[in-house]
């Protein structure tokens, strides 16, 4: 069984940075495909970016790219997010997720890839 805990959101003022954890438990981060999703209020729950477990990572959305990275630490088993010059339209709550499946990069991911699943963390970045 896979637990998932992610840390790390709070209250940021646009331009600033966060960087994001997910502590994983239960399987080691290198057998896994993992990923964040994000689900602003109202909204559903969309993908960001995933890493499989040989370590390649997906692209972001437009809207991301070049601000965000994905990454992860085997030796902490654990998986990150970091997000640079932050926007108000990436307030949400951030869900790390895993699957103890390959998946290349070039697919398209969806929730129902996805397993296990953490808690989710609030980002909040005011304008």
């Known amino acids: 069984q896979v637990q998932l805990v992610e840390s790390g959101g709070g209250l940021v003022q646009a331009g600033n940075s966060l960087r994001l954890s997910c502590a994983a438990s239960g399987r080691s981060v290198g057998v ?11 909204k559903e729950r969309d993908f960001v970016a995933a890493i499989n477990w040989v370590g390649a990572a997906t692209d972001f959305a437009d809207s991301m790219k ?13 998986l990150y ?20 499946k390959y998946y290349t990069v070039s697919y398209t991911f969806r929730t129902a890839d996805f397993p296990s699943w953490g808690q989710g963390t609030q980002v909040t970045v005011s304008s």
């Open 32 to 42: 896994m495909t993992m990923g964040w999703f994000r689900q602003a209020p109202g």
């Open 66 to 78: 070049g601000r965000f990275t994905i990454s992860r630490d085997k030796a902490k088993n654990t």
């Open 81 to 100: 997010l970091q997000m640079n010059m932050l926007k108000a339209e990436d307030t949400a709550v951030y869900y790390c997720a895993a699957v103890a």
